[in-house]
């Protein structure tokens, strides 16, 4: 963890058994089942590494916004997010991910509301670690 100057948190999660398996943090407030999506073979009764990551980046990606917010002295009505992500093949047949972000920033004009989005991939690590390694699409419908 050499780019870490400073450590403010880790997350500390058990996976067992991929995604026909079990993660559980070590404080246990995530126990979840994991399980193939019936998109892919599965039975579709846990959730899955894609609705994870989905939500993950997500949470941060609208705190990011916040903080962008705060900087800027701007106030929203409201922050929504609509995260989806995909896993397919590319060319050479590996798997890949993408995600698209649909972001309602509720009070502010358009143009404002995508400066604050276009701040906001500057902040959020989760932003930060995909750039350049998946297609990240930040599409402000609102």
Known sequence: MDKIEKQLYTATVNVEGGRDGKAVSSDNKLNVDLRYPKELGGNGEGTNPEQLFAAGFAACFEGAMGTVLRMKKIKADGISIVSNVTL?????????????????LKGLERSVAQEIVDEAHKVCPYAKATRGN???????VG
Not at 134 to 140: G, R
Request: proline residues 0%; hydrophobic residues 45%; negative net charge.
């Open 88 to 104: 397919g093949k590319d060319t050479n047949d590996g798997f890949v991910l993408a995600v698209k972000l649909d972001i309602t």
């Open 134 to 140: 998946i297609e990240v699409i930040s599409n402000v």
